[in-house]
T-cell receptor
Framework: NAGVTQTPKFQVLKTGQSMTLQCAQD?????MSWYRQDPGMGLRLIHY???????DQGEVPNGYNVSRSTTEDFPLRLLSAAPSQTSVYFC??????????????FGDGTRLSIL | KQEVTQIPAALSVPEGENLVLNCSFT??????LQWFRQDPGKGLTSLLL???SQREQTSGRLNASLDKSSGRSTLYIAASQPGDSATYLC??????????WGAGTKLIIKP
């Protein structure tokens, strides 16, 4: 089982560029989410989805877009990269949003630097 | 607003010692509390999940406790090993079903 797969693992962008971080899971999980992790801070929720065609904003959604056309994939788009978006990005999934006692599965992260 | 705090931010102990990591949260209205392990350059691995109605959970050398009334959880690691070196994060699920995270404790076990 691959679990949650994130690509790329590393990326360097220039300010103003756009890009898409990919996330795919093969566990048929309905709930998927994107977090960013910054030094000295806990993970912060960017966007999440409770199923195909349904997305919602988390704590820090500005500058990011998401879509969920299939159960398996949940890409995160940076519209116009800014240095403040330099971070490590994690994608996670679990069976359904309301099944709170099911632990989340995480990808290995994408390390993104904006110059 | 729920806030989760982990103290200390870093901890270094000799191999073989028993140790305790702390996690505190400000709002007792939680569904559960989870402990995760993060290795450098890797994602997060779930270690233990304690439901709000439970007091503790055990897995091997790990024991996690939960005291909702005081807003505290501890992760006890027995007979520490160099392979236990990692960052340990705690997170609570709040009534909106979202995980609220602490910043983590970086643990170093010295051989």
């Amino acid at each position: 089982n691959a679990g949650v797969t994130q690509t790329p693992k590393f990326q360097v962008l220039k300010t103003g560029q756009s890009m898409t971080l990919q996330c795919a899971q093969d566990m048929n999980h309905e709930y998927m989410s994107w977090y960013r992790q910054d030094p000295g801070m806990g993970l912060r929720l960017i966007h999440y989805s409770v199923g195909a065609g349904i997305t919602d904003q988390g704590e820090v959604p500005n500058g990011y877009n998401v879509s969920r056309s299939t159960t398996e994939d949940f890409p995160l788009r940076l519209l116009s990269a800014a240095p403040s978006q330099t971070s490590v990005y994690f994608c996670a999934s679990r069976p359904v949003k309301s099944r709170v006692h099911q632990p989340q599965h995480f990808g290995d992260g994408t390390r993104l630097s904006i110059l | 607003k729920q806030e989760v705090t982990q103290i200390p931010a870093a901890l270094s102990v000799p191999e073989g010692e028993n140790l305790v990591l702390n996690c505190s949260f400000t709002d007792s209205a939680i569904y559960n509390l989870q402990w995760f392990r993060q290795d450098p350059g890797k994602g997060l691995t779930s270690l233990l999940l304690i439901q709000s109605s439970q007091r503790e959970q055990t897995s091997g050398r790990l024991n996690a406790s939960l005291d909702k009334s005081s807003g505290r959880s501890t992760l006890y690691i027995a007979a520490s090993q160099p392979g236990d070196s990692a960052t340990y994060l705690c997170a609570v699920i709040d009534p909106s079903y979202q995980l609220i995270w602490g910043a983590g404790t970086k643990l170093i076990i010295k051989p």
